[in-house]
């Protein structure tokens, strides 16, 4: 899979264990007694550039756009919708153009996650990863139906991308700052899994303007809403594990709102960081949990 698409797919999906710090703040501690608050349906649209490359990295641009859209609730589970199109410019005066479109549904216990990923480079024909996995008392079992039926066991601290993003704002409103996670998201080949490391910032509340606004900064619905830096370091897991490979493959930063929206996306791939600026922002009618 494109880089820029393992990137994005994790942005807002889009991360068992948080090492507890000393309080960030009087506001830390408000949202912590403050009722849950519940994930937002809602669809944002993401416009990709290139921040910076480093070193002698050849990549000379980037552009393209981030779909994203979610809905659910806690009876119904959630599912996501997302497509990318990105272009990567290299200084030789190449490119490469691709396409990636997903939709997964994930219960609200984590338990279950369903997804299909299909991803188009160029002309080439698209290369498809689809399946389940499914939580039991002994760890998690994947059923992959592309691109080859197979079947396997992950460990039982493993989560899903919405249970990833749930724990994440539930760190931040402990006032934790540091948050460790095995994600399985199906991405790749869908047999791998990521080591993540989050680093949480202190929380920035609804009266604190972005510094660089974007279509949601007014939305009635983020407006009023706490929100954290947020930046995830993600490691293979194989890799780390036969060769104690402490270097992160890419990482991601953004600023989570606590219904579960983010902004500001930065997507760095050691080389290159591509940011992502929100561009369109809509909630979504949510149906009633019954």
């Known amino acids: 899979m494109d880089l820029l698409h393992r990137l994005g797919r994790r942005f807002g999906l889009a991360l068992c264990a948080g090492l507890a710090t000393a309080s960030f703040s009087a506001m830390a501690q408000d949202a912590k007694a403050a009722p849950v608050v519940p994930f937002l349906a809602h ?7 290139l921040l910076k490359s480093r070193g002698n990295g050849s990549v000379d641009g980037a552009s393209g756009q981030i779909i994203y859209s979610f809905a659910g609730n806690e009876c119904d589970g959630y599912t996501t919708d997302f497509r990318q199109i990105s272009q990567i ?9 691709s396409d990636m479109r997903s939709t997964s549904w994930e219960d609200a216990t984590g338990k279950t996650y369903r997804f299909k990923i299909e991803t188009r480079s160029d002309n080439s024909d698209p290369s498809v990863v689809d399946g389940y996995a499914e939580r039991t008392g002994e760890g998690i079992t994947v059923k992959l139906k592309q691109p080859q039926a197979k079947t396997f066991s992950l460990g039982k601290d493993t989560v899903f991308p919405t249970e990833q993003v749930r724990r994440i704002i539930e760190a931040a409103r402990a006032g934790k700052s540091i948050l460790e996670l095995a994600v399985y998201d199906g991405s790749d080949d869908g047999q791998k899994v990521f080591d993540t490391l989050t680093v949480i910032g202190r929380p920035i509340s609804g009266d604190e303007a972005p510094s660089k606004p974007d279509a949601g900064s007014d939305n009635g619905a983020l407006k009023p809403m706490i929100r ?3 930046t995830v370091s ?3 897991h194989a890799a780390k594990a036969n060769a104690g490979e402490q270097t992160p493959a890419y990482a991601m930063s953004f600023e989570l709102y606590e219904n579960g ?8 791939y050691n080389d290159f960081v591509v940011a992502g600026a929100m561009s369109k922002f809509d909630v979504k009618d949510t149906k009633t949990c019954r």
Request: hydrophobic share 30%.
């Open 43 to 49: 669809q944002a649209a993401y416009d990709l550039s």
């Open 89 to 97: 410019d290299t200084e030789s005066g190449g490119s490469k153009r």
């Open 228 to 230: 954290w830096p947020v």
């Open 234 to 236: 993600y490691y293979d």
């Open 261 to 268: 929206v983010s902004r500001a996306l930065k997507l760095d």
